[in-house]
Each structure stands twice: as structure tokens, then as C-alpha cells.
């Protein structure tokens, strides 16, 4: 997969080199390449924004550099992203989604963000472009929401995680649950010891020790996640561990009591 991101502060990017992502780009598992949107501009002071059209506080970032960028970057198929805090929440079935593009391309705002007529005329002309927030809060720039999307959709390209299973059960999988909680060597620390049952050897007992878990704390960080579950992959054990929590299925869905 190819994945280029245009920002003025290319610089901000260059954790992308470290780690699992660094070592898939060494790999050649990962294309990534950083731009600064500031080689497209035209005038001596290499100017990227202009004063908001109707008035208001700050900047906005000019429609003309970004195209020029844009069609620069661009291949035939790929996928535009502009990171924006009113645009749709970034979550692990869009990661799983992106994961299997040919070309992301991350397009970093800054000051009051970018011309809202670069998204559209990019739609226009047949572009597929997410306008996706990685929170319900306000960053300087998107240049974090690209370390963002670049993380999450990295780790999920074929050989990046050494193995795979690690993908599996993990907060927001398939399970729609949060992940139990985890635990390794020694087994006492700090006055802490690990749960028992993780030590008994006894597979399927861990494995209901894992689930009673995952279900306990997404009903106590996440009771939207559970509001949410398909009740069809709850299994009796399931429905019991969360009637003792207070949730209970009620018109196929699970309800608080
Ligand atoms: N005026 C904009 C608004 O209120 O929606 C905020 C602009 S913000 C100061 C500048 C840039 O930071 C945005 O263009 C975007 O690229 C990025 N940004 C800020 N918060 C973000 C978030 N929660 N998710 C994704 N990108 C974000």
C-alpha cells in the first residue's frame, strides 16, 4: 500500500520511521511518503492560506495550493482523507476498510482548516474523500490525525504484525467487546498478584475467565459498545455474566436494567 501525506510541517511526521511502521516501510510492506505542501506554492513567501471569506477569526488554507498538491499526489484509485473535527469518527472498521486500499492520501489542515471546495471538487471529479476526526476535540493541525490513520491501518497490512493472531481479539475486533485485561512475569509485584486462573494451564477456563472480563469492562468504560452488540454472538454463559452486571436483552438488544 502506498500512503503520502501533505502537511506544512512535514517534520511532524518523522515518528513514521520508528517502530512496526518504520520497519514496514523498510520492509517495503508500507509506501509512505511525506510532503510539504509549501512545494506547490507559487509566490516568494510560500503562501498557503488567506483570510476566511465572510469574516471571522484566523486563516483558512487556500483551494489552489492544495490542488495542485492533490493532483500532483494523487494515483488513478485512490482514497483522499482529510482529517477535520466535524468529520466522521475514525474507528477500527474504517481502519480494516482503508487497510485494503491501493493509496491513501492524508491531506493535514491547519489554522481554520482547509477551503471546503477542495473536498468537492475532488467528489466531483469521481475521488473518493473521508472527512474523518480521530475525537470529539480540537488539535492545532492533522498532521496527529495522520500518525492516527498511518498507525491504525499500518498495523493491519499483511506481515507489518508479526503474528497475526495478535489482531484478533483485541478492543474493537470482531467481538465488538473491549479486551480483557492483560498481565505477565512475576506473577506477584507489588502486593498485586495475577489472577489465578491465568496460571491453572486450564485453556477453557481462561478463555471464560478472558470473556467474563472483556464483557465486565466494556459494560463499565463502553455501555455503548454493548448497547450495540449483536446478541446473536452471546452464548449462554454470555447472558449470564451480564445479567449480573445489569444488562439484559430486551427487543434483541442489550438494555441496562
Ligand atoms: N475550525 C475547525 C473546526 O472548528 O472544525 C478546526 C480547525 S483545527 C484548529 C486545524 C486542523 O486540525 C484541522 O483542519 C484538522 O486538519 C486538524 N484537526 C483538529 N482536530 C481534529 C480532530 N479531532 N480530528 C481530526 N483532525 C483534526
Not at 44 to 64: E, F, I, K, L, N
Not at 146 to 174: I, K, M
Request: aromatic share 6%; with cysteine.
Amino acid at each position: 500500500m502506498r500512503i503520502d501525506v501533505v502537511s506544512i510541517f512535514p517534520d511532524y511526521l518523522s515518528p513514521l520511521q520508528l517502530s512496526l511502521v518504520g520497519k514496514a516501510r523498510d520492509a517495503g510492506l508500507l509506501d509512505l511518503r511525506v510532503h510539504d505542501l509549501r512545494d506547490w506554492t507559487t509566490d516568494r513567501h510560500r503562501t498557503v492560506d488567506d483570510t476566511p471569506v465572510g469574516g471571522g477569526a484566523g486563516m483558512v488554507m487556500r483551494p489552489d495550493v492544495w490542488a495542485s498538491a492533490l493532483d500532483d499526489v494523487l494515483q488513478d484509485g485512490a482514497h483522499l482523507l482529510i482529517p477535520t473535527p466535524s468529520g466522521e469518527p475514525l474507528t477500527q472498521r474504517n481502519a480494516e476498510a482503508l487497510a485494503t486500499e491501493s493509496q491513501l492520501v492524508v491531506a493535514c489542515g491547519r489554522y481554520e482548516g482547509i477551503d471546503a471546495r477542495v473536498a468537492e471538487h475532488y467528489r466531483a471529479r469521481g475521488v473518493r474523500v473521508t472527512e474523518f476526526s480521530i475525537g470529539d476535540y480540537v488539535l492545532n493541525g492533522g498532521e496527529v490525525a495522520a500518525l492516527v490513520v498511518v498507525e491504525a491501518v499500518g498495523r493491519l497490512l499483511p506481515g507489518v504484525v508479526g503474528n497475526p493472531h495478535s489482531l484478533v481479539e483485541e478492543s474493537h475486533g470482531a467481538a465488538g467487546l473491549l479486551e480483557y485485561p492483560v498481565y505477565t512475569k512475576p506473577p506477584a509485584w507489588a502486593g498485586l498478584e495475577v489472577p489465578e486462573v491465568l496460571m491453572s494451564g486450564h485453556h477453557a477456563r481462561i478463555e471464560r475467565w478472558r470473556r467474563d472480563q472483556a464483557l465486565a469492562r466494556t459494560a463499565a468504560r463502553r455501555p455503548d459498545m454493548l448497547a450495540a452488540l449483536d446478541v446473536g454472538t452471546l452464548d449462554k454463559h454470555d447472558l449470564a455474566t451480564l445479567a449480573d452486571l445489569g444488562w439484559r436483552v430486551v427487543d434483541g438488544a442489550l438494555t441496562r436494567d
